[in-house]
């Protein structure tokens, strides 16, 4: 017995010292991160403070974090070393659907203090197995580089809900790596690893009250968004408009073979996909030729991302089976865009607002994305006393259509030289009224 227990030990050994390498190369990556933003929030300018974790990537000091963590609001980086150094950071790029952003530390700061980092190396999520061992670090509750352990609870988690990141979509293109391992608050951005140190997914949520659930993004995803964001700063995607639906517990009414086609559930308003003919209840069969199997939940993902991935202008065929019938329906693709658009605060009017965008107007069945949409007023300012309130859109200010956030800046700026009266024209629950803006 105990010669056989020796002998495990010596097995062991060289495991246990593989781990502590990797694991010593993966702490010195990880940092932590203080970010200082800004809101537009009733009618006001707010700054607020915040704290997550990341990890360092790459050579020259590219970070992995999350986009809820750092983001274009922003206005002041700082990151913890493993020397607990602190250096500044700027943002590179930032991508709310897969909440994934990343982060350039200021190599000419460090080279000035004579600083030190590493870097971690990326594992390969799509090997994962459910009870696979792994490890979350982060910076939880402001603790830096701790680390949890626990295992793969499910390895292609999917969530119907896609709004995640200060109201911005998140997770249609991707499943998510669930885990007992604890994330709690700050240890968004950190990463899940393997025992042996290599990142295989960015830890981005857990269910507050409950115990041992906790999700993060698939490194598989991560790799390709991070290329888009070092390149360009930004993802472009295409969109066609197709609400999809799982076919599960629908395949008895459409006379259809296992695992074959995906459920239109519905199609937006003036979409591509609308102007081409498509409509609620079609079975969409192929893209491009190539056969989508969308019977269950977790495999709407990989169809989303395969239309997000075409490029935008692409004019794709859509094999679609309506009734007894198959036809190809060609679709002209667009740019996906956000419910969310730009936000801006009109301080002397105590007015935020937030552009309208072609989704936003598609979802609320507007004629258009002319206009701004309020998100909060100041009370006692001239937006509030005039009677404009939270949800109304400004469509026109003086008579002239507000097509920009730039149009209304300018007419602000011009009433911040020369006060007076400004005539606003808002909807209200499809009403169009006017209001009047006294200095």
Do not use: C
Request: positive net charge.
């Amino acid at each position: 017995m105990l010669r056989f227990i020796a002998a495990s030990l010596a097995l062991a050994a060289p495991a246990r010292a593989a781990m502590s390498r990797g694991f010593n190369e993966l702490f010195d990556a990880v940092v932590r991160i203080d970010v200082r933003e800004r809101a537009f929030e009733d009618g006001a300018r707010r700054l607020s403070a915040s704290i997550g974790s990341g990890v360092i990537f790459s050579k020259d000091g590219l970070i992995l974090t999350n986009a809820h963590v750092a983001s274009p609001r922003a206005i002041e980086l700082s990151v913890t070393l493993a020397s607990l150094e602190r250096v500044s950071a700027r943002l590179v790029g930032w991508d709310h659907w897969t909440d994934l952003a990343v982060l350039q530390l200021d190599l000419a700061e460090v080279k000035r203090r004579g600083l030190k980092f590493t870097h971690a190396d990326f594992g390969d999520s799509d090997k994962l197995y459910v009870g696979q061992t792994v490890y979350a670090v982060g910076t939880p509750f402001g603790l830096t580089r701790t680390a949890t352990r626990g295992i793969i609870s499910n390895n292609r988690r999917y969530f119907e809900d896609s709004r995640g990141v200060n109201g911005y979509e998140t997770g249609a293109f991707n499943t998510w790596l669930q885990t007992d391992a604890a994330i709690n608050p700050g240890n968004s951005g950190g990463p899940l690893v393997t025992e042996d140190g290599k990142v295989i997914g960015i830890s981005s949520r857990g269910y507050l009250g409950a115990n041992n659930l906790g999700f993060a993004i698939p490194v598989s995803t991560a790799r390709r968004v991070v290329e888009g964001l070092v390149r360009d700063g930004t993802i472009t995607r295409s969109y066609i408009g197709i609400v999809p639906k799982a076919l599960q517990d629908f395949e008895n009414f459409y006379a259809l073979a296992l695992n074959t086609g995906m459920l239109v559930d519905n199609v937006d308003r003036g979409s591509p996909a609308a102007r081409a003919g498509l409509r609620g209840g079609d079975i969409l069969l192929a893209i491009d030729g190539v056969k989508v199997d969308g019977r269950f939940p977790e495999q709407l993902p990989p169809i989303q991302n395969m239309i997000a991935s075409l490029p935008v202008g692409a004019t794709v065929k859509l094999t679609v089976k309506r009734g007894a019938s198959t036809a190809v329906y060609p679709v002209v693709t667009e740019k996906l865009e956000s419910r969310v658009g730009e936000e801006w605060v009109l301080e002397k009017w105590g007015l935020s607002v937030r552009k309208v965008t072609r989704t936003y107007a598609r979802d609320n069945q507007l004629d258009d994305a002319t206009g701004v949409l309020v998100i909060g007023v100041q009370p006692g300012f001239p937006a509030d006393v005039a009677g404009l309130s939270r949800g109304d859109i400004i469509t026109k200010i003086n008579r002239q259509p507000v097509a920009s956030l730039a149009t209304i800046q300018a007419i602000h700026a011009a009433y911040l030289a020369k006060p007076q009266p400004v005539l606003v024209e808002a909807q209200r629950n499809r009403e169009v009224s006017l209001y009047v803006l006294k200095p």
